[in-house]
């Protein structure tokens, strides 16, 4: 069973800065495409981010840089630095395979709060 796990979350004023991971059991981790999502109170899920396994990146238009997507092979894991945030970064943050279509395991998800 594919487990996803997610952490870094928390509660941050406006214009702050956390560190996402995320640790998958993915069966050939390396090979995959991998995501960082989030839901919004009331809002669909939404890509914010997603990696392949070359290491290109591609982010939502509405992030304007703010945010780096990252991977380390060895360890499985996908990391999403978050820089400048903004109150309606406040979301619960996953990571899954991307692009969304292929997306089905969903791990618990982290918290993230930005407070003004």
């Known amino acids: 069973q594919v487990q996803l796990v997610e952490s870094g979350g928390g509660l941050v004023q406006a214009g702050g800065s956390l560190r996402l991971s995320c640790v998958s059991s993915v069966i050939d981790f390396k090979m995959k495409t991998m995501g960082w999502y989030r839901q919004a109170p009331g809002k669909q899920r939404e890509l914010v981010a997603r990696?392949?396994?070359?290491?290109?990146?591609n982010y939502a238009d509405f992030l304007k840089g703010r945010f780096t997507i990252s991977r380390e092979n060895a360890k499985n894991t996908v990391y999403l630095q978050m820089n400048s945030l903004k109150l309606e970064d406040t979301a619960v943050y996953y990571c899954?395979?991307?692009?969304?279509?292929?997306?089905?395991?969903w791990g618990q998800g982290t918290q993230v709060t930005v407070s003004s």
């Open positions: 899954d395979l991307a692009p969304p279509p292929l997306a089905r395991y």
């Open positions: 990696i392949d396994p070359a290491g290109n990146t």
